[in-house]
């Protein structure tokens, strides 16, 4: 018997983590006990130096994401991204908070009114739990939602992602929380680091009609450089940041392939979900172009933003695609990009 694994992420907060997983596994095992049912929170996270990797690991092996959207908090709105561009199944849950910003409440409804385990005619996917429902194993609309996934009618609905281009599966709106998610975590540290002299390349793939571990085989073949540290910045664990220093001088460049974005890449759920008739790979190139350069561009208004704290001169920054750096890489030159990303006026 297969096993169905369902990931449950959040804002850190214990004893909800707690409760939704008690949850669910009682109701699986009331209503379900021929299913192998696997419920993981990132409270069984064994090993904390690896946090993100893992969680990333558990959402790209999951078969259903339940979210906690209370608060819009960017991260878990950065998981659920990576979650749709994988095609995975998501239920959308809220906890009531006496400090509930309105516009926060709208921004839910807003981006998340539908959901890829939505059926016509069902309204708002998003809806309001308590701990109290969930101890009592009294929540009909999570209820509702395991028992359609678990019957097997778990068929891919509209999401933000689908509302965008159809019946395509890939949003504009979801590279804005993979750019905020990769711009906090990463990039703005780098950029407000002590170090002013230093010049950092972003390199983004030209195509993503390949893996991630393909072009990170081209990285490493074609970057000369040792992963080091960049001085002064870390995460928001404290951990340092790690880029590929290459040249020793005081000007070195520090290269960075974004992995947030290699979420559209050809994974086996991605191919699963994407791959038609209809849609060549000329198309999906196409279409996933339009998407890097979204992120960029959301990259850039977010660097707007925060210049006054930014101390890293921003001439010193470059964005380029793979190509640029190391010539045509991909087998199909013809999904090499020839017009360079674009960087706004006044950087």
């Known amino acids: 018997m297969n096993t169905v694994k369902i990931f449950i992420v959040?804002?850190?907060?214990k004893d909800r983590y707690v409760a939704m997983k008690n949850f669910v596994e009682k109701h699986c095992a009331a209503k379900w006990p021929d299913v192998d049912v696997e419920v993981v929170a990132p409270t069984d996270n064994p090993k904390t130096d690896s946090f993100n990797d893992w969680i990333f690991g558990q959402i790209d092996t999951c078969d259903l994401l339940i979210a906690d959207l209370s608060g819009f908090n960017p991260n878990v709105v950065y998981e659920v991204a990576f979650a749709h561009t994988l095609g995975?199944?998501?239920?959308?849950?809220q906890f009531p908070d006496d400090n509930q910003d309105e516009q926060i409440s709208e921004k839910i409804k807003h981006y998340f009114k539908l959901s890829l385990m939505a059926e016509a005619g069902e309204g708002p996917s998003v809806t309001e739990v308590t701990k109290a429902e969930l101890n009592q194993g009294a929540q009909d609309y999570l209820s509702a939602h395991l028992d359609r996934f678990l019957s097997g009618r778990n068929v891919l609905g509209q999401s933000i992602l689908s509302d965008y281009y159809g019946a395509f599966p890939a949003d504009a709106e979801f590279m804005r929380g993979l750019a905020e998610g990769y711009y906090r975590n990463l990039l703005k540290p780098v950029l407000e680091a002590d170090r002013t002299n230093a010049k950092l390349k972003l390199i983004i793939p030209d195509t993503f009609e390949t893996t991630d571990?393909?072009?990170?085989?081209?990285?490493?073949?074609?970057?000369?450089?040792?992963?080091?540290?960049?001085?002064g910045a870390v995460n928001s664990l404290g951990r340092p940041l790690f880029f590929k220093l290459h040249g020793e001088d005081s000007n070195a460049f520090f290269y960075d392939i974004p992995t947030t974005i290699l979420t559209i890449t050809k994974s086996s759920k991605y191919v699963k979900i994407s791959e038609t008739d209809y849609f060549s790979a000329a198309v999906r190139d196409a279409l996933t172009d339009k998407l890097a350069r979204k992120f960029v561009a959301h990259i850039w208004a977010l660097i707007k933003k925060d210049r006054s704290t930014i101390k890293m001169p921003l001439e010193n920054l470059e964005v380029l695609w793979l190509s640029q750096v190391v010539?045509?890489?991909?087998?199909?030159?013809?999904?090499?990009?020839?017009e360079p990303l674009v960087r706004p006026q006044g950087f």
């Open 327 to 338: 010539e045509n890489w991909h087998r199909d030159e013809s999904l090499m990009n020839s």
């Open 10 to 13: 959040g804002p850190h907060i």
């Open 213 to 231: 571990a393909e072009i990170d085989y081209i990285k490493n073949q074609h970057i000369p450089g040792e992963y080091t540290p960049f001085p």
């Open 88 to 93: 995975t199944p998501c239920v959308y849950v």
